[in-house]
């Protein structure tokens, strides 16, 4: 089985063939233009804007990857059709509904946020059932378990900004550059975690849900009160691991989930990853660990072709006439 994936939700165009052989899936072309500087100069993403580049880069990318012009040897075609930004997503669901029709291959949609679920499915080792996913990127904070394949249950979100927003806002407000998270934890490496005591917003709160805002207006007062930025950064850094990691670890209380999957970009985030797996060997809870490899942590479309692997040999398919991008798909 061989799968095209495409990715335009965002500011990455990406394109990628994973291919499954013996039972095991493998990366076979993975190939990326990333907007990050062009973004980088209005301090976040215009769609607008994105769309355009998009435009620009998808269509060199697949030249790049070099599939066949008749799409032989292609199986199918998975694109990304929401959540995102909607000009954005448009790009890559009608190259992914042109090249489907075209081909005469199924044309199968992915939820982005699935995708980035699916990014840890790709070692020797996979996750298994139930697995409880804490999903942390730029526009989202969930908790999610997932009992089956593509079986999704929503146990938490955040109410206000996602982690990923938080460390951007935060980036900006101390004068770093656009994506902020990379900068907050390379600034915070200069800096006491223990400075200032920032708030764990929502901790003591029974449910699952996140909150980031507060610990953004908390930020901003430190700032203006003159506190030194690399010790704002590994502060505020380590009260968002905290809070992640105490509402995860809440969730594999109440869930008791086989396996823990950590994923989108904030799962880069070097002391995330190592609290979260110290805490889980810890309390010795024999729950194994997922994360991403690190370059499949930020939006690709390897994801997005390991997922539709999984929804193409479920047949869920769509029609490639009809398909439209959702800004707003849920995964539940
Ligand atoms: N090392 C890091 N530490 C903290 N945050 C990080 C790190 N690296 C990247 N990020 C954050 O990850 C986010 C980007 O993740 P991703 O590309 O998955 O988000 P998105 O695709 O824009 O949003 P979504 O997936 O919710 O649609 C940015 O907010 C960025 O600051
Ligand atoms: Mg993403």
């Known amino acids: 089985m061989r799968i095209l994936g495409i990715e335009s939700s965002c500011d990455e165009t990406a394109l990628a063939v994973v291919t499954k052989r013996d039972g095991r899936l493998m990366v076979e072309q993975n190939v990326l233009a990333s907007q990050v500087a062009v973004h980088a100069r209005t301090g976040g993403v215009v769609p607008e804007v994105a769309a355009r580049e998009h435009i620009a880069h998808i269509f060199p990318l697949l030249e790049q990857i070099g599939v066949e012009r008749s799409g032989a040897g292609i199986d199918a075609v998975a694109v990304t059709c929401g959540p995102g930004l909607v ?3 448009r790009v890559g669901v009608e190259l992914g509904k042109s090249l489907s029709w075209t081909w005469g291959k199924p044309l199968v949609p992915v939820n982005h946020l699935e995708g980035h679920i699916y990014s840890v ?6 996750p298994v059932f139930p697995a409880l996913c804490l999903l942390v990127s730029g526009g989202h904070t969930e908790l999610v378990l997932m009992r ?4 999704y249950e929503l146990l938490g979100m955040t109410r206000d900004d996602a982690a990923g927003e938080a460390f951007d806002k935060v980036a900006k407000l101390l004068g770093l550059p656009y994506p ?4 907050i934890a390379r600034l915070a490496l200069e800096g006491d975690p223990t400075a200032i005591h920032f708030p764990r917003p929502m901790m003591d709160s029974p449910n699952l849900d996140f909150s980031f805002s507060g610990l953004k207006t908390a930020v901003k007062v430190a700032w203006e009160g003159r506190a030194e930025r690399a010790e704002i950064a590994a502060s505020f850094q380590q009260a968002v691991v905290d809070t992640l990691v105490g509402k995860t670890l809440r969730a594999v209380g109440m869930t008791h989930p086989k396996c823990l999957i950590l994923t989108g970009g904030v799962s880069a985030n070097r002391l995330l990853r190592t609290t979260l797996e110290r805490a889980l060997q810890q309390a010795d809870m024999k729950i194994s660990f997922f994360a991403p490899e690190l370059s499949l942590t ?21 029609d490639p006439l009809t398909l439209v ?8």
């Open 87 to 89: 000009p954005a997503l």
């Open 121 to 126: 499915w790709l070692a020797e080792k996979t």
């Open 148 to 151: 089956n394949h593509g079986v």
């Open 180 to 183: 902020g998270g990379p900068e």
């Open 298 to 318: 930020g939006d690709n479309a390897v994801m997005i072709a390991l997922a539709g692997a999984f929804r193409f040999e479920a047949g869920h398919m769509t």
């Open 325 to 332: 991008a959702d800004a707003n798909l849920r995964l539940t």
